[in-house]
Structure formats: structure tokens, C-alpha cells
């Protein structure tokens, strides 16, 4: 090894090391409420069959919930929860895909570090941005949860690895995989491809066309027929389902209730610019004067200070600057390759689910990597760069990260931990709607039984409550069960012919409305 390559090794090594354990102390308990949702099915259906099998109604994975976004994440997420449960049988399927999200947010970073370490030649520089994107406030809260999107952009970042460095001819077969696996991850990848395929046609190792368009269609097909034949395996193979073009269009494309409208273009530009900043900035001052202690708070309210004076300090400094005429950068595959992954996503959320910043996050390694080319022009730059990457930190972690690692600062995970004194075991929970909140509850309490009653079928409703006082099992409704009796005078005195009912208990306020009452058997 060289005396040059000696230091980039040194600080890529220590750079993982560090994010790893930055992340492993402060893991969110805000989940995202899709992880809890994973989780729930990874868990249940390895315990239904504890291995997978070749035919569709002996496999394991059939029990899997197939959603056509995120189409195999909780197939790859069984496969590797089921291994590790047989070794540490207390380890749960969420802290396995947490686990899962921290190493592949590392690898990211790993890689935005070694891209820009390539293409500049400073590790300051290179470090400086890694950490910018490492700590920016979604990335950082998304790679210590349980999601699809971290695992997806790490794929690729790796196919993006292979594309740029311009001494080696890149896999273009394995690049096409590595997209395909991330499709497959998460659909919303699939917009990497117009990049995938400008960063073919501008490397500099194929010269001539033919070539290139060689190239651009082994990639192509490596990417696409594997994709395809996932989703024609899920739909015809799992689900069962009959050939209809429209229903499969309408099947693969399924994107459930919450989609931004487009209402105008200024709208558009608005919401746009506030998601883009919520990816950098995050958290609740209310949460955190909350939820921080005191000390702690002084503290990191000190250091943003501090980085404040020396953003504005460096700014001042950095305008008597001269700007360099020729950045060392590789300007031409940055401005065609990065722009084409930036604009190609950003132009999709303009119309499409604007409103929400982890989309964001698959175009973010691409945003940070096209900041270092006017960085680059300015040596000077890099103090105020520091001083903001410290301030981005110190205020995400004070009032985002930090706060969120407290289960005090998510209601439905206090009261999901405050149930397990109340649900110890043998409990029945009817409920006629499912929820997020009934996710929660009933994955923080593995002991309970949750069943689904429709009360237009009351003989079953009446056949679930006497069967479970037989069993000598208490029985608790939920939330959309007590809602549903409080808009129905007549089923009310209908299940108290069955059954005394407690008073509600659980939490009510502007955000969250989680109330349960146990029903008596009548003396």
C-alpha cells in the first residue's frame, strides 16, 4: 500500500467506525410506521413456517405482504431474520431491519466519501460533505429505523461507484443487478436509470457508439429482466392472479392514499423547497425543551452558537476569495451523470408526492456529490463548510435525533410499553379496523391476540367474546371498535347484553387518539 493511499484507508475505516456507532447509540423509537408494519409480517410469518419451501402454499414467504412499492423487502428482510432468530431467539425482526439500516447508511456514506476522495484529491473536503449528508436530519433519522428507502439508495451508490471511476471499465452486467435489487427494494429507483445510462455513454472507456450502445443494453436488460420477473413471479405465482394488463398497470403502480396533488407550479416550487429542507433540518424545538436535559441542552445550544460565529466568520472571509479557474473535479461526467439523477427524481416529486422528504433521500448521495464541484473552487470554503456541517449536526441531534431516541417522546410507544403491564398475557384484542397505532400496540405486546370483527356478522362477534371468557382470556376493543359503538346506540346495548365494559383507557390529545376498554363477563 502506498504512503498515500495509507491515510484515505485510515480515515475510511474510522469514518465507518464513527457513523456506525453514532447511529447504534441513538436508535429512533419514532419508528416509521411502514417498519413496525415489516416487522409484524417478517415475524408472523416465520412463525408460521420456519423455513422456505419450493411450492407457493408450503412457503414461508407466501404469508409475506408483497407490496408492489417495495416488492421483496420483506421477502430479503425474512431471509435474513430468520437465521439470525434461530441464533439469538430474544433478537426481534425490527432490530434486525434497524440493524440492516445502519450498515447499509454506513456503506453509503462510505462511498460518497471515496467518490469525492477520487474526483477531488481532498480528504477534508470529502469528509466534510460525507458528514453533511451522514448527519442531514432524515438520513440520519432514516438509517437508526426500519424502511426500504436507506437500503435502496445504498445499492445505488454502489452501482454509482462502478459507473465513475474512469480508470476501469465498469460491470455494467453487475451494475444492472445492483439496480434491479434496488428496484426491487424500492420502485422508486427504477427513475436512477436516464443517469445509469449517461453515465455509460459519457465514460470515457468506450469511444465509440457501438460500444456504448452495447454496453447501455446489457446493463438495460440486467436491470430489467429480473425486475420483470419479479413482478410477474409475485403476481402470477403468489397471488394467484388471472392476466389483465389493466389490473396489473393498476397493481405495480399502487401507491395507497397518500399522494401529493398538484395544485400549481408556485405550489409545487413551495412544498418542493420546504421537503428539501426538511432532508437537512429536522426535529421539534418544543420536543426537545421537553425531552433533553437541561446540561445537555446548554451545551449543544452553545456549540450551534459557536458554529454560527464561525459560518458567518468564514462566509466574510471566504467573499475577499478569488475563485479557481479549473477545479480538479471531473466537471463533465459530474454535470451530465449527477444532474440527470438529480433532475430526473426532482422533477418526479415536483408533481408526485411532493410533500414528503424521505424521496428525497434517493437523490441525496447525487446532491452532495454535485456540491463539491463550487466547494472545490474556494480553498477558503472549507471553514464555513465546517462550521455548518457542526451546526446541522449539534441542531439535528438536539432536537431531533436525541429526543426521538426517548420512547417519551412518541406517545403510542410509551403507552405500547405501559400495556405490557396491563396485557400480560392470555389477551384478546378486537378491533374492526386496523391501524398504525394498532401496529404499535400489538408488536410492543407479542403476548396479545388480535382479531377483526365486523359487527354485521354479531353471531361471530358474540362466538369471539364467549370463547375467550371460556378460555379464561381477558377481552379488550380498540380504538375503531369504541368508535364504531359510540355511532350505534343500538350495538352498544347489543354487546352490553354480552358483556360489562371498563372505562377507556389510553391517550387522547391533538395527535393521537389510542383508546382500549376491557369487556367483563356478566355475574
Not at 403491564?421 to 398504525?436: F, G, H, R
Request: with cysteine.
Amino acid at each position: 500500500m502506498t504512503a498515500r493511499r495509507q491515510p484515505l484507508t485510515r480515515l475510511t475505516f474510522g469514518l465507518a467506525i464513527l457513523l456506525l456507532l453514532v447511529y447504534a447509540a441513538f436508535p429512533t423509537r419514532n419508528y416509521y410506521w411502514d417498519g413496525i408494519g415489516f416487522a409484524l409480517n417478517i415475524e408472523g410469518a416465520a412463525q408460521d413456517s420456519g423455513e422456505l419451501a419450493v411450492r407457493k402454499h408450503q412457503m414461508g414467504g407466501s404469508r409475506i405482504y408483497f407490496n408492489p412499492n417495495h416488492l421483496l423487502h420483506n421477502l430479503l428482510g425474512y431471509v435474513i431474520y430468520v437465521p439470525v432468530h434461530e441464533l439469538f431467539p430474544t433478537v426481534r425482526a425490527l432490530d434486525v431491519l434497524v440493524a440492516v439500516n445502519m450498515v447499509f447508511s454506513t456503506i453509503t456514506a462510505t462511498l460518497v466519501f471515496l467518490m469525492l476522495a477520487r474526483w477531488s484529491g481532498d480528504l477534508r473536503l470529502s469528509l466534510l460533505l460525507t458528514l453533511l449528508m451522514a448527519f442531514s436530519a432524515t438520513w440520519w433519522k432514516f438509517s437508526t429505523d426500519a424502511n426500504a428507502y436507506v437500503p435502496s439508495v445504498s445499492l445505488l451508490m454502489a452501482c454509482t461507484f462502478l459507473l465513475s471511476d474512469p480508470l476501469r471499465r465498469p460491470p455494467v452486467a453487475a451494475i444492472g443487478l445492483l439496480h434491479a435489487v434496488s428496484i426491487l427494494v424500492h420502485q422508486i429507483s427504477v427513475l436512477f436509470f436516464p443517469a445509469a445510462v449517461v453515465a455509460i455513454w459519457t465514460h470515457s472507456y468506450w469511444c465509440r457508439g457501438k460500444r456504448k450502445r452495447k454496453a447501455a443494453a446489457v446493463y438495460t436488460l440486467a436491470a430489467g429482466v429480473p425486475v420483470i420477473a419479479a413482478y410477474f413471479w409475485v403476481w402470477f405465482g403468489v397471488l394467484d392472479r388471472e392476466w389483465s394488463l389493466r389490473a396489473f398497470l393498476t397493481w405495480i403502480t399502487y401507491n395507497g392514499s397518500d399522494v401529493y396533488a398538484y395544485r400549481s407550479a408556485v405550489s409545487s416550487v413551495l412544498e418542493s423547497l420546504r421537503s428539501l429542507m426538511k432532508v437537512f433540518f429536522g426535529g421539534r424545538i418544543s420536543l426537545a425543551l421537553r425531552i433533553v436535559e437541561t446540561p445537555l441542552l446548554v451545551l449543544m445550544l452553545a456549540v450551534m452558537l459557536a458554529a454560527l460565529a464561525g459560518l458567518v466568520a468564514g462566509i466574510r472571509k471566504m467573499r475577499t476569495e478569488p475563485s479557481r479557474i479549473e477545479p480538479s473535479l471531473d466537471e463533465r461526467f459530474s454535470r451530465k451523470f449527477l444532474t440527470t439523477w438529480v433532475g430526473g427524481f426532482l422533477i418526479f416529486l415536483f408533481f408526485w408526492l411532493t410533500e414528503y422528504p424521505y424521496y428525497r433521500l434517493f437523490c441525496l448521495p447525487a446532491l452532495i456529490l454535485l456540491l463539491a464541484v463550487p466547494v472545490k473552487r474556494f480553498p477558503l470554503a472549507m471553514n464555513p463548510m465546517t462550521a455548518f456541517v457542526m451546526f446541522l449536526a449539534t441542531f439535528n441531534f438536539t432536537f431531533m435525533i436525541y429526543p426521538y431516541s426517548k420512547a417519551e417522546s412518541t406517545p403510542p410507544i410509551k403507552l405500547a410499553g405501559e400495556a405490557k403491564a396491563i396485557w400480560k398475557s392470555n389477551v384478546v384484542v378486537l378491533y374492526k379496523e386496523p391501524t398504525c397505532d394498532n401496529w404499535i400496540m400489538q408488536y410492543f405486546n407479542p403476548n396479545t391476540n388480535w382479531r377483526r370483527v365486523d359487527f354485521n356478522d354479531r353471531d361471530q362477534v358474540a362466538h369471539h367474546i364467549r370463547e375467550a371468557f371460556r378460555s379464561g382470556q381477558s377481552v379488550w376493543l380498540d380504538t375503531s371498535v369504541l368508535g364504531h359503538l359510540r355511532s350505534s346506540p343500538e350495538l352498544l346495548r347489543w354487546l352490553q347484553g354480552h358483556a360489562a365494559m371498563s372505562e377507556a383507557w389510553g391517550i387522547s390529545n391533538g395527535r393521537h387518539h389510542i383508546q382500549f376498554a376491557e369487556l367483563v363477563p356478566l355475574r
